[in-house]
């Protein structure tokens, strides 16, 4: 649980009680379109509240044995959207929410007081929903005999729904995030500088991911609330890992936030709405993270375009991509004129050929219940089994791209056997 302190110094200009415009995009990754296999991830909008929005992110895990996980995903953007709306009624219910702001942050005051309702009403009314749509799923669908050999013997019937979430929901004063499993969470300043409120997850480290279909889902769900009248921020991203996989270099956050924060100065959101296609589609080429990758950009109505500008007139060396529109992808809120499209200044991509994961099943030896904070309290197992053989095709990266960082190797992951990808480039 995290919140940024309410008596922080502003940054930008004041924005906190403006409404937000989402932009969406979903590419199906060049990896799941080597073997076949659909875009697992999903994207859902809604209104929340009278004047807020709400976006919903989620990656559906690529291996076999989660069979279902596109449709694990699905309703888990669904769910996650309607349990948000519900919050946001709660919320603009009660009119000490948007009074005076007590300067305590995450001690005390409303920062504090939503922080507990997303911790005490959000995330279980989610994990709890999404358990019941999935098994209102297999009653109405049971398995097929084909499906029933990619289950393996004991799996619970959401491992096969397996995805993760990423939830960004923008009220008047206030911006509460939750998230599940790996992607990113990107805030925007008006300067250029990153946020990352939600808090890092240890247990992921490249190689597994937490999930919706996890042993624990409550207790790995990360949170966090920013109060948007004293911390403006112009754009929030959420991403699933399939973007960031996509970079070459470990901090682009950084460099994105500088990017964007540019762009919306220099540009209107019609401009902006025809190029986030490309990026999406982008990083999910064998260009990139190969990976399905889908964005949701929240953008503040405050974050105005002052003048039209050209991208690289800044002297910026970066590499221009062009805007193609790509039949996988999802439209985004704000319609673009077809020839207002532009290019668009990106860092290049690294090629991303990671070796196939290797599946980590955590067995605990204390009771299920009993899950303190720290891991050093808990005994586990760490039991390797070898991931099952998956036909792909191989790109070998041209010999002036720019070679991959360590750390993103073995990109997929699984935790407690319930998160494991097996699309070596990255892919869910």
Known sequence: MTTVPAGGPPAGPAGGSQPWVVLTASERGASHVAVKSPNQDAVATERAGASGVVAAVADGHGHSRHLRSARGSRLAV?????????????????????????????????????????????????????????????????FTAAEQDLRHSGDDAVIAYGSTLLLGIALPGWLILAQIGDGDVVGVRADGRPVQPVPDDPQLDGLVTTSLCGAEPRSDFR??????????????????????????????????????????????????????????????????????????????????????????????????????????????????EPHSIEPVTMRQLAHRSAPEPVILERVATAPA?????????????????????????????????????PHHQGNEESRDGRGRDDHGSGGR
């Not at 709306?85 to 702001?101: K, M, N, P, V, W």
């Not at 009993?370 to 891991?375: I, N, V, W």
């Open 78 to 142: 669904k769910i996650g959207c309607q349990v948000a709306q519900e919050l946001a009624d709660r919320i603009e219910a009660d009119s000490t929410f948007s009074a005076q702001r007590t300067p305590d942050g995450a001690a005390g005051g409303q920062a504090g007081e939503i922080a507990r309702l997303a911790e005490e009403f959000l995330v279980p009314a989610i994990v709890g929903r999404w358990r019941d749509a999935v098994l209102a799923d297999v009653k109405a669908d049971p």
């Open 223 to 336: 949170t966090a609330v920013v109060d948007t009248a004293q911390q403006p921020l112009v754009a929030l991203l959420l991403a699933t890992d399939g973007y960031g996989n996509a970079q070459v270099v470990e901090e682009w956050k950084g460099a994105f936030s500088k990017d964007l924060a540019w762009m919306l100065a220099e540009r209107d959101l019609q401009w902006l709405a025809g190029q986030l296609p490309a990026w999406a589609a982008r990083c999910a080429s064998s260009d990139g993270s190969a990976d399905d990758t889908t964005v949701a950009l929240l953008v503040s109505s405050a974050a105005t375009p002052s003048r039209a500008g050209r991208p690289g007139d800044d002297g910026s060396e970066e590499t221009t991509i062009p805007a193609v529109p790509h039949v996988n992808t999802v439209p985004a809120n704000v319609p673009a």
């Open 369 to 405: 219940h009993h899950r303190p904070a720290s891991h050093g309290h808990e005994t586990t197992e760490l039991v390797s089994h070898e991931p099952e053989t998956t036909e792909l095709v191989s790109h070998e990266p041209a010999t002036n791209e720019i070679p991959k960082l």
